[in-house]
């Protein structure tokens, strides 16, 4: 599942071969940027924000977001492309590479200068050079809303999605019904730094420590299967901002109790 994480890495990847170099093919497969022409341009750079990829193109910025199912792939010219062509949305390509966005949820293309239009909203990122852990805290503390909606919510952290927000509660025994205003936020935001920073650089996303399948989740995906603490059954539940936008939300509810007993977490 894309998070934050895997954005940043694929992010990495385009900039490592795209960035500096003139760009020979320019192919957006969404009717709004379906004309547009960006071949003998410059890629200054490729970074993200959050869940979003922005390619920075001469005066120009490719807005993208994986949104469930996307991936950015990168090839070697004339490579066999590994996901069939109807699914690609975005093609950029430079001497020699090209790159491939399958299965894209946004490909628009604006002026960068215009950039802030479509991710300024976001809240800060753990990821990126301007990380901000107060305002994070801040953000999440004004929140009344349920700890998982407000977690959830790009507006207050950028890159934590489902598996982020239901790992994060556990190791922190929030119950996902808590108001996110009576969480101690300061210490959930650091540990959702370390968290995502550790996993940016792996191969496999783990909150355990062990990487291997089917042990690195302490929650997620683990519905009626006993706690790995206290051995009590997972629950799962549906959680949103509306009924339109519920995410899948998984918990201990002897880890993770309604109401504040006085334990600390991990």
Not at 3 to 11: F, I, K, L, M, Y
Not at 58 to 65: P, R, S, V
Not at 161 to 188: C, H, K, Q, W
């Amino acid at each position: 599942m894309p998070e934050g994480d895997t954005v940043h890495r694929a992010a990495r990847r385009l900039h490592a071969a795209l960035a500096g170099r003139v760009v020979t093919r320019f192919d957006l497969r969404v009717p709004q940027a379906a004309t547009a022409d960006l071949r003998g341009e410059t890629v200054h750079e490729v970074v993200a924000r959050g869940k979003h990829v922005l390619h920075r193109i001469g005066e120009h910025t490719l807005h993208t977001h994986l949104r469930m199912e996307g991936e950015w792939h990168v090839y070697a010219q004339g490579a066999r492309w590994r996901r069939p062509a109807y699914q690609a949305r975005a093609i950029v390509s430079a001497p020699g590479v090209e790159t491939v966005g399958f299965e894209l949820g946004i490909v628009e293309l604006l002026l960068t200068r215009d950039e802030e239009a479509a991710v300024g909203y976001l809240g800060p990122d753990p990821l990126a050079p301007d990380w901000d852990p107060d305002e994070a805290a801040r953000r999440l503390a004004a929140d009344t809303r349920a700890a998982h909606v407000a977690l959830l919510d790009q507006r207050n952290v950028a890159g934590f999605g489902t598996e982020y927000v239901n790992e994060l509660l556990f190791l922190r025994g929030i119950a996902p019904t808590r108001p996110m205003s009576e969480v101690d936020t300061a210490a959930l935001v650091a540990l959702g730094a370390r968290t995502i920073r550790r996993n940016v650089d792996q191969r496999t996303r783990s909150f355990t420590g062990d990487a291997r399948p089917g042990r690195a989740m302490w929650v997620y995906g683990r519905d009626r299967q006993p706690c790995r603490r206290c051995g009590t059954p997972i629950r799962k539940t549906a959680m949103g901002p509306d009924p339109t936008r519920e995410r899948r939300v998984y918990w201990c509810p002897r880890c993770q109790p309604e109401a504040d007993d006085g334990r600390s977490a991990a």
